[in-house]
């Protein structure tokens, strides 16, 4: 698992830019961020490249707690960042924080 745990706290977005099932590609610093809002309300915050052929994670297919690549569909669990199946690789994960409507990682 690739997980960013610590760091800086970044605005990155407000809750009403999210859709349940749909991703948002945002920049910080350079990098690209894949942001899934989920069922429950809680937001996830990836790399937006896939580990296989560098797809736009922030594009894909959303399921439960899984995003699809769209290039080659590729499954990618949003909690550890890690393929599913029999795909190997990792992508990071980034803490979040929500405060109200705000959404924060960790960089």
């Given at each position: 698992m690739a997980f960013v745990?610590?760091?800086r706290k970044v605005f990155v977005a407000?809750?009403?830019e999210l859709t349940v099932g749909l991703g948002k590609k945002v920049e910080i610093e350079g990098r690209e961020l894949a942001l899934f809002m989920q069922?429950?309300?809680s937001v996830r915050?990836?790399?937006n490249k896939c580990p296989h052929k560098g797809g736009p994670l922030s594009e894909?297919?959303?399921s439960g707690n899984y995003v699809y690549c769209p290039l080659h569909?590729?499954?990618i669990c949003m909690k550890t960042g890690s393929a599913q199946g029999g795909d190997?690789?990792?992508v990071a994960c980034f803490t979040v924080k929500v405060e109200g409507d705000n959404i924060y990682v960790f960089i």
């Open positions: 745990e610590a760091g407000n809750r009403n069922e429950d309300g915050v990836l790399d894909g297919i959303v569909d590729w499954k190997q690789g990792n």
